[in-house]
C-alpha cells in the first residue's frame, strides 16, 4: 500500500468529501483478491489516488505463500519475555510488508476461560495482565515495520462451541477487569490501527450490532480512531452493524468452500453465516441509507476510519529479499526454546548429548507440530520435526517406534497431513525400543482446531495407553506434549519428566533438541493445568445452554477460580522449573500504594545453582474482599543470571492493582484499604509476602 497522492485529494477529509456514495460504499466491504493471496482485500480507485487494501491472516505467521511459522501465541505467552514478544511482533511486521500486505489479523487477544477453546493456541493467558503485556509488545512489533495490527476477537469469542451464534452473558464487573483488558491495553497503550469484532453476542447483542461495546467503550472511553473491520461473513444487518460501530466488512464475497478451502460445505470443520456477493454493505446498506435508515454522515465517518488508518501505515512495500536478511527463524526458534515449559523434572534432564542409544516414540514424533487448524495455519519453506531435530543434534543411535496410529489433525488451506505410515505401530514395538535404549524421549499431541472446540482433555487415540506402557519399562522418560493446553494426565505419576512445547513451529525438532540436552527451557504456564472435573463448568457456562453461556465464576477465572474453590491442579499458573535453583530475598514495597499511579516493587534474586538459568519473578496482589480472587497477578519481570549471581530485580506493578471497577459509578475505585504485594515463582509456589495500606486517588 503507497500513501495517498500529493495534492488535496490526498487527505482523507477532502477525499471523502469528493466521493460520490457509490465509490465511499466500495471502500467499505471486501471483494476477492485478484492475486488470490490476501485474506481481505478492498480494491484501489485510481481515479482518486486510494491504494488496494491488503489484510492477511496471521497470528503464527503470514499467511500468503511460504512464510516463517511462529510457535503457537500460547507459546509467545509462555516466555513472559515482552521484549522476545515485541521482536516476534516486528518479524510479522516486517514480513506482512514482505507479502505485499498491508494489515495483519493479529493478534488474537481472547481470554483462555475454557481449557477445551478450538482456538486456545492462538491466545496467550487465563490471566488478563499477562494478556495485554504480551498484547502490547507484539502490536507495537507489528506496527513498527509500519504494517496494521488488528486485535481480535473483540469480544469474549473464548470457545469456538456455538461461535457464529453464541450469547455470551458476562456481568459488567468481570467484562471490564478480565475479557476487555487486552483490548484496552493495545488501543490505548500500543494505538492498534484495528479491530475486529467477534462472531458471538454479549449480553444480547451480536458483537457486529453492539453499540454499547463498538462505540461508547472502544470509541467513546478508549478514544479508538482506527477502523472495526468485521470477522469474515460475520456482519449482520447493515443498519443495525453500520449505527453501532463496524466500519468494514469482510470478506464482502459470498463462501464459497469448494473454491476457498478445497472440500465440500458438508466438509467444513465450521459453519458459517450466509452472506450475499457483495455482501451486506454493497447493494444493502445502499438502500439502507436511500431511504434514511443509515445516514451518509455515519457512511463518511466510516470510509474516513478506513482511509485514515490507510494514511497512517501507508508506505512502500519491502521486497522479499529484504526480509531474507533478517533471520525470522531465529526469532522463532528462541520463541520455541524460551517458551517451552518444564512441568517435572525427577533428574532425567538435561539429557547428555553424548548419549549413546535414545527412542524417540509418538504418533507424530516424526511430524513438526505447526500448530492448529483454521485461518492461523502457515506453510513454512521448511520444518524440523522432533525425530528430525534430535537425530542431528544427537551423534549416538536414535531409533523411532509411533506406538500408536499418527493422530489426524485438521487443516483447513493445504493437503493436509502426510499419509499414515505403511507399518502397523504397536505399542509393544514401542515397549521394545524403550527397553533397548539409554533414554526415551516420548512425544503426545492433541487435537486442536477454528471451528470446533476440544471435546475432552484427554489425548486423542491410545496415547495415554502408550505412555503407561513405555513408562513401566523405560528408566530414563521424557514425556513431551504438543498441546494447546491443559490435557489429562492419568500416567503422571509415573514420568519422571514432563516437557510442555505447545505447537513450536517450524523448528520444532531444533528447539526440542536444544532444551533436552541443556539449553534452559525458558516458559512458565499462562494457563492452569487442571484436570477436566477441575475447572468446575456446569453446562449453563459451558458449552451454554438454548444459546447462552452464562459467565456466571465472574472474576474467577483460571487460576483464581482454582484459588477460590481451593482446588489443587496438575500445575498451577506460573509454574514452570529451570536446570538451576534460585533463591529470593526479602520483598522490598513502599508502605502505602497510591492506586493508578506507577509503583515498583523489589526483590533480590540468587541463582544458588551450577547452570545459568532465567527466573520470571511473579509478583500477585491478594485482599480479603468478598467477590475478589484470592490473589490476581500484577507484575512480572524475567531475568537471567550466571551461577552464583545475585541481582535486586524491580518489578512494576499493574496501576489497577487493589482497583475493581464498580458498575454503578461506571468507575475503577479502591476495593480494599489494606492488602498484600506476594512474590513468587508461580500462583502457588509464593517466596514473599508484604502488608500494604492502598492510597485512595
Known amino acids: 500500500m503507497t500513501a495517498f497522492r500529493d495534492g488535496p485529494r490526498g487527505d482523507p477529509d477532502t477525499l471523502v468529501e469528493s ?21 481481505g482485500y478492498l480494491p484501489p480507485n485510481d481515479e482518486r489516488g486510494i491504494p488496494p487494501l491488503r489484510l492477511v491472516d496471521g497470528p503464527l505467521g503470514v499467511r500468503a505463500g511460504e512464510a516463517t511459522a511462529f510457535p503457537a501465541s500460547i507459546a509467545l505467552a509462555a516466555t513472559w519475555d515482552g521484549d522476545l514478544a515485541r521482536e516476534q511482533g516486528e518479524a510479522l511486521g ?34 488478563p495482565w499477562l494478556t495485554s503485556r504480551t498484547a502490547v509488545s507484539v502490536v507495537e512489533g507489528i506496527q513498527s515495520e509500519g504494517a ?10 473464548s470457545q469456538e462451541a456455538e461461535r457464529t451464534t453464541i450469547d455470551a452473558r458476562i456481568g459488567e464487573r468481570a467484562l471490564r477487569e478480565c475479557y476487555l483488558r487486552g483490548f484496552e491495553a493495545a488501543v490505548r497503550e500500543a494505538g492498534v490501527g484495528s479491530v475486529m469484532c467477534a462472531y458471538n453476542g454479549v449480553n444480547g447483542e451480536s458483537m457486529s450490532d453492539n453499540r454499547r461495546l463498538l462505540t461508547e467503550v472502544l470509541r467513546d472511553e478508549w478514544d479508538f480512531s482506527g477502523y472495526v473491520v468485521s470477522d469474515w461473513w460475520a456482519t449482520g444487518d447493515p443498519v443495525d452493524s453500520a449505527t453501532a460501530g463496524l466500519d468494514l466488512e469482510m470478506p464482502g464475497y459470498a463462501l464459497d468452500a469448494e473454491s476457498q478451502f478445497g472440500v465440500a460445505p458438508s466438509e467444513l ?18 438502500a439502507a441509507v436511500d431511504v434514511g435508515a443509515v445516514g451518509e454522515g455515519r457512511i463518511d465517518t466510516m470510509v474516513r476510519r478506513v482511509l485514515e488508518t490507510m494514511e497512517r501505515f501507508g508506505s512502500e512495500s519491502r521486497n522479499a529479499e529484504e526480509v531474507d536478511t533478517v533471520d525470522h527463524p531465529e526469532v522463532a526458534r528462541r520463541v520455541a526454546i524460551e517458551g517451552s515449559v518444564l512441568l517435572k523434572n525427577e533428574g532425567v534432564l538435561p539429557i547428555d548429548p553424548g548419549i549413546e542409544t535414545l527412542a524417540v516414540i509418538g504418533p507424530n514424533a516424526d511430524r513438526p507440530a505447526l500448530g492448529g487448524g483454521g485461518s492461523s495455519e502457515v506453510t513454512p519453506a521448511h520444518a ?57 524421549v516420548l512425544v503426545a499431541r492433541d487435537v486442536a482446531t477454528e471451528g470446533t472446540d476440544r471435546p475432552s482433555l484427554s489425548l486423542p487415540g491410545s496415547q495415554d495407553a502408550l505412555i503407561e506402557a513405555v513408562a513401566d519399562v ?73 444459546g447462552r453461556v452464562e459467565y456466571d465464576e465472574g472474576l474467577l477465572v483460571g487460576y483464581r477460580g482454582f484459588d477460590a474453590r481451593e ?18 530475598g526479602p520483598l522490598e514495597a513502599p508502605d502505602r ?52 549471581e545475585r541481582r535486586d530485580v524491580e518489578v512494576s506493578l499493574d496501576p489497577r492493582s487493589f482497583l475493581g471497577y464498580d458498575p454503578v459509578r461506571e468507575d475503577w475505585i479502591p476495593v480494599t484499604e489494606e492488602g498484600t504485594i506476594e512474590v513468587g515463582r508461580s500462583s502457588r509456589d509464593l517466596r514473599g509476602a508484604i502488608p500494604v495500606g492502598i492510597d485512595p486517588e
Open 474 to 546: 523405560a528408566g530414563e522418560l521424557v514425556v513431551v506434549l504438543n498441546t494447546s493446553g491443559a490435557v489429562e494426565m492419568p500416567w503422571l505419576d509415573s514420568v519422571p519428566a514432563l516437557l510442555e512445547t505447545w505447537y513450536p513451529g517450524q523448528d520444532d525438532g531444533i528447539a526440542l533438541a536444544a532444551v533436552l540436552t541443556g539449553e534452559e527451557p525458558g516458559g512458565r504456564l499462562p494457563v492452569t493445568f487442571g484436570r477436566e472435573d477441575d475447572y468446575g463448568f456446569d453446562e449453563a457456562s459451558y458449552p451454554g445452554v438454548d
Open 148 to 157: 496494521i495490527a488488528t486485535a481480535k476477537h473483540y469480544v469474549a469469542n
Open 19 to 39: 466521493l460520490t456514495l457509490a465509490e465511499k460504499l466500495r471502500l467499505l466491504h471486501g471483494a476477492r483478491d485478484p492475486e488470490g493471496v490476501s485474506t
Open 94 to 127: 516486517r514480513e506482512t510488508r514482505a507479502k505485499g500486505q498491508d494489515g495483519l489479523l493479529a493478534p488474537g487477544l481472547n481470554l483462555i476461560r475454557v481449557p477445551h477453546g478450538g482456538r486456545n493456541f492462538e491466545y496467550y493467558s487465563e490471566d
Open 567 to 584: 482446588v489443587e491442579p496438575y500445575y498451577p499458573f506460573g509454574h514452570g522449573l529451570s536446570y538451576t535453583e534460585f533463591e529470593y
Open 593 to 644: 500504594i497510591p492506586v493508578g499511579k506507577p509503583v515498583s516493587v523489589s526483590v533480590t534474586v540468587e541463582n544458588v545453582g551450577d547452570r545459568p538459568g532465567k527466573e520470571v519473578v511473579q509478583l500477585y496482589v491478594a485482599s480479603e474482599v468478598a467477590g475478589r480472587p484470592p490473589r490476581e497477578l500484577a507484575g512480572f519481570s524475567t531475568t537471567r543470571l550466571a551461577p552464583g
Open 384 to 440: 524440523v520435526s522432533p525425530l528430525a531435530g534430535l537425530r542431528e543434534h544427537l551423534a549416538g543411535e536414535v531409533s523411532f517406534e509411533r506406538g500408536v496410529s499418527p493422530i489426524r489433525g485438521v487443516r483447513f488451506f493445504d493437503e493436509g497431513e502426510a499419509d499414515e505410515p505403511d507399518d502397523e505401530p504397536s505399542i509393544e514395538a514401542a515397549v521394545a525400543a524403550a527397553e533397548r535404549a539409554d533414554a526415551t
Open 269 to 286: 470443520p465450521l459453519s458459517m453465516p450466509d452472506v450475499e456477493e457483495g455482501g451486506r454493505y454493497g447493494e444493502p446498506l445502499r
